[in-house]
Structures are given as structure tokens and as C-alpha cells.
């Protein structure tokens, strides 16, 4: 079992700066990949970004690349989200995720465990 508290969401403006974070519960947290979804309103959930295991694989989908940053610090139990350049279109919940497979992390419906979600809001 895995629980997931997000932090660091807020209002920025247009081109403005946020570093979410997420800790993780539990002994095994290095066995996990862990991601990071986002639901704007009347959206969908959807895959913005995953690490593997040891940090060592990232995946970013297109509208983020160059932009955020995902890292994890095991010895923390941690995993960030650092979001830059940001757009108004970034606006949503964004919700920390795990599971031991990392071929699920990219995909809501097969992921096991969820944070509760932290709103990020930019303004233009």
C-alpha cells in the first residue's frame, strides 16, 4: 500500500514557475514508477509525465517537453514535478501517481495508487 500527498500548487502568471511535490508513504518507494496526471475542468484526466525506478527513464508528452521536469529522490521518498514557462492551458488538478509496473504509469485506468490532487492555476 502506497499514499500519496501532493503539495505546491498555486496561482502563478503566464510564464511564472511552480515545483509540485509529492511524498510517498511506505518502505518501497524505489520499487515504484511514479507520474504525474493533470484534470483540467470538463477534461479528462490526462498523462502529462513518468520516472522510472532509479530516475534514470523520464516520458514527457508533447505539450510539456522543455518545460517541466519530473525528478524523485528515493532516500525522501519524493517525487517533483518542476513546471516552467508555464501556459494557462496548464491549468488543472494535478494528481501524483504510482504503480510497479511501468508499463501502467502512463495509463489512469491500469494505475494503482493516487494523491488527492493539487490545483495549479495560470493566469494571463
Known amino acids: 500500500q502506497v499514499q500519496l500527498v501532493e503539495s505546491g500548487g498555486g496561482s502563478v502568471q503566464t510564464g511564472g514557475s511552480l515545483r509540485l511535490s509529492c511524498a510517498a508513504s511506505?518502505?518501497?518507494?524505489?520499487?515504484?514508477?511514479m507520474g504525474w496526471f493533470r484534470q483540467a475542468p470538463g477534461k479528462e484526466r490526462a498523462f502529462v509525465t513518468a520516472?522510472?525506478?532509479?530516475?534514470?527513464?523520464?516520458y514527457y508528452v508533447d505539450s510539456v517537453k522543455g518545460r517541466f521536469t519530473i525528478s524523485r529522490d528515493n532516500a525522501k521518498n519524493t517525487v517533483y514535478l518542476q513546471m516552467n514557462s508555464l501556459k494557462p492551458e496548464d491549468t488543472a488538478v494535478y494528481y501524483c501517481?504510482?504503480?510497479?509496473?511501468?508499463?501502467?504509469?502512463?495509463?489512469?485506468?491500469?494505475?494503482?495508487?493516487w494523491g488527492q490532487g493539487t490545483q495549479v492555476t495560470v493566469s494571463s
Open positions: 520516472i522510472s525506478w532509479g530516475g534514470r527513464n523520464t
Open positions: 511506505g518502505r518501497t518507494f524505489s520499487s515504484y514508477a
Open positions: 501517481a504510482a504503480d510497479l509496473s511501468w508499463g501502467h504509469i502512463a495509463t489512469m485506468q491500469l494505475v494503482d495508487y
